[in-house]
């Protein structure tokens, strides 16, 4: 486990998880920021290849009073003296606090710099940024950069 808060549960990725995890990312409304909907195929590969690699790029997000796995959690290695911080979430779970309450868990256990980046029509990722007070480092037409130094 990578830890909890009194809704959520972050935790590695098993097999099992892929299934619930198709059903997040092939929805059109979750990934239109990000890249087009996942197959079946290509989210059996992400899940490998990006939650049981070791160490894993991403964990899933579990709904506590459900067990419902609701989305994974981006959390890895970004730079020498940053880890990258993202969310993607179910979209029956938006508007919940959820990415704020991930973001201030991970931000209460790390001693290292944390990056977000986003598309800059993601309004509510540039919103938790600024509320954490990230600083915009860069932006680019396709992406902008948000970093927290400690």
């Known amino acids: 486990m990578l830890f909890e808060t009194s809704r959520l549960l972050a935790r590695r990725f098993t097999e099992g998880d892929t ?4 059903a997040i990312l092939s929805d059109p409304a979750v990934m ?3 890249e087009p909907p996942f197959s079946m195929e290509l989210t059996r590969a992400f899940v490998r290849e990006a939650g049981l690699c070791e160490p894993p790029l991403i964990y899933t997000v579990i709904w506590k009073q459900t067990g419902e796995l609701i989305g994974h959690l ?5 730079d020498e ?7 993607i979430l179910h979209r029956e779970f938006w508007g919940r606090g959820i990415a ?16 977000i980046e986003c598309s800059p029509e993601q309004t509510m990722t540039q919103h938790i940024a600024n509320i954490f007070g990230f600083e915009q ?6 992406l902008l950069l948000y970093r927290r130094c400690v």
């Open 19 to 22: 299934e619930a995890q198709f």
């Open 32 to 34: 239109k920021y990000i």
């Open 74 to 78: 981006i959390w890895h290695t970004w």
């Open 81 to 87: 003296r940053s880890m990258e911080l993202g969310w």
């Open 100 to 115: 704020k309450e991930l973001t201030a868990a991970l931000l209460a256990q790390t001693d290292q710099d944390v990056v």
């Open 137 to 142: 480092i860069s932006s680019q037409k396709e």
